[in-house]
């Protein structure tokens, strides 16, 4: 593709376009790929939308501020953003441990970009442009805009407002409020005064807040104490709704943060709109000698059609980032989408996924939310589902059913996360058979993630029985319609709440049904969610009752095992897990047991007659489920 088809990254791109100056520099740490999935293309195309001109600098050299000068000083600003997954996520797996690749830069390249990237460039903006506005926001500034507890540093670290000394921070689904600064600034109006634009944090001495606010508890007060944090966090979660949220201001020192309310969610048309913008869809040709950058692989044939999830799991940081109300695109929009990739030359024919952060969410979980917002202490579907949850699926399988039929379409996949409780609310069970029929690529991922009902409440997840309702059926189906599709339930360990005990119960469930997890994926306490809060603090926010927290290396190390039970090398671990959890009856040869004790072997009678199948045994059921692995953090959690 011709650079023409992106926006401009070097002078010699300006040039092309007759530019000879910028009205916005959008900095991101991602390679840049002109795609709607991807945060730095969405602002930046917003921008362009309206008349301003604007460059994109992607992953530069953050050692110096030359990069940055590099096309010379923007008129109006600087917006930066760390990507579309939290920059430590990024370089770090649960267990600290760096990783060796990073899907969002070319060649999996690791290295091309620094820990807290948001933090860095801004440094390096405010070097290379002194009194020019910056702008901070993307996921990275969204979920750390309050003072958070950093599992990286073990430390609670101010908002990272004051850290990466920005003048503005925008949250959430930041098109609104960037096109607001945007236009703002350009007229001249000092950044200083941009203090009443929702969906945006700044700092002052006196702040004079022109939304209703409340105070949460000071960044002195969470660092010293965790019921503060928690109560914080509490408060900071409340008042995340468009509708009904207050400002809230939490004392740094001698400044305040304000975090104004969230903006609201874009409505349909406005949604449209952002995604007919003029994306390349492609990742810049000037990766090209570089390798590919593996991240437009995910989505290059998916749409997402929806915004927002009121699914409430407390480990996933999308409530606090996008918000639980749900927004979506109209058929057409997407339906333009999917005839565009019949024009491509590398479609087959097969549209990946057409989902969001929890793929059957079309509207609002219910009217009441649309005039008094979100309820404060009340979940939409756990432990069970609400009974103002309007639960129909009509409208996306009518979506579905449009984008099967377009012509070169093949097959339509959804992979991006189905909520199974919500689907099961749904009366006349039209959905779940079209979903069998039609939109499974041979496995259905699921997020059951526990079979312990206590655990489940922590995590705001629903009980097992609603996951057990739902595979059954699902297996039902498979055999209806003569077809050999497995059920992937994603599992996690050492969630706070989840005792050793509660990770034996899942072993031993796990091995009665006959599953061994290829993967098991360790709770990552990752900045603003509620399950972090739950992880420092070893309080329930909700409640501010206690909350048992497995931390230390080696008791998440024993919880692992235990979903691991089958592999040498976690041998010893599980025989001290059984010991300590005082189930030693779980040490032997017998068809319960996990392990057989340290230092025995079994006679070779007793090892052929376990080997061979029972007589008359019969191979597993289509529809049947099978172990899965979780996948690291993305852009939302997979329900």
Known sequence: MDTLDFLPVSLEDMHRRDWWYYDFLVV???????HPSFGTALIARCLESLGFRTAVLAQPDWHSADAFRAMGRPRYGVFIGGGNIDSMVAHYTAAKKRRTS??????????????????????????????????????????????HYDYWDDKVRRSILFDAGADLLVYGM?????????????????????????????AAKNPACPFESVEAPSFEAVCAHKRDYALAAKVEYEEHDAVRGRAVCQRHGDRVLVVNPPAMPLSREELDAVYALPYAREVHPMYDALGAVAAIEEV???????????????????????????????????????????????????????????????????????????????????????????????????LLRKVRAVPGVKKVFIRSGIRYDYMLSEKNG?????????????????????????????????????????????????????????????????????????????????????????????????????????WYTELDPRT???VYVAKSPHDKALQRALLQWKRPEKRRLVVEALHRAGRTDLIGFGRECLVRPLGEVRNPAQRESRARPAKGAKPPARGAEKSGARGRQGRGRKK
């Open 28 to 34: 991101t740490a991602d390679a840049y790929i002109d």
């Open 102 to 147: 990073d899907a969002y830069s070319p060649g999996n390249k690791m290295g091309l970009r620094p820990d807290r990237p948001t933090i860095v460039y801004a440094g390096r903006a405010r070097e290379a442009f002194p009194g020019l506005p910056i702008v901070i926001g993307g996921l990275e500034g969204s979920l750390r805009r309050f003072a």
């Open 174 to 202: 930041g098109e609104r409020a960037t096109g607001q600064i945007a236009k703002r600034l350009a007229k001249g109006e000092p950044v200083e005064r941009l203090t009443d634009i929702r969906g945006t944090a700044y």
């Open 300 to 398: 290059r044939f998916s749409v997402a059609h929806n915004r927002g999830c009121f699914g409430g799991c407390n480990f996933c940081s999308l409530a606090f980032h996008q918000g639980r109300m749900v927004t979506s695109r109209s058929h057409e929009s997407v339906l333009r989408e999917v005839e565009g990739f019949t024009r491509d030359p590398k479609f087959k024919g097969y549209v990946h996924d057409v989902g969001g952060p929890s793929a059957n969410f079309r509207h609002p979980s219910c009217r009441q939310q649309l005039k008094n917002g979100m309820c404060k202490n009340r979940s939409c579907l756990a432990p069970t589902p609400c009974k103002n949850i309007d639960p129909s699926h009509a409208d996306y399988l009518a």
């Open 430 to 534: 039209e959905f779940f058979s079209q979903l069998v029929k039609h939109h499974v690529s041979g496995q259905l991922k699921v997020a059951p993630e526990h079979c312990s009902a206590r655990v489940l409440d922590y995590m705001g997840k629903p009980h097992f029985d609603v996951y057990e309702r739902f595979r059954d059926k699902y297996q039902r189906l498979n055999q209806r319609y003569g077809l050999e599709q497995y059920l992937v339930p994603y599992l996690m360990s050492s969630h706070p709440g989840c005792t050793l005990n509660d990770a034996v119960d899942l072993a031993v469930f796990l091995n009665r049904t006959g599953r061994q997890p290829e993967q098991v994926q360790d709770f990552y306490p990752t900045p603003g969610t509620l399950s972090t809060c739950m």
């Open 544 to 546: 501010m009752e206690p």
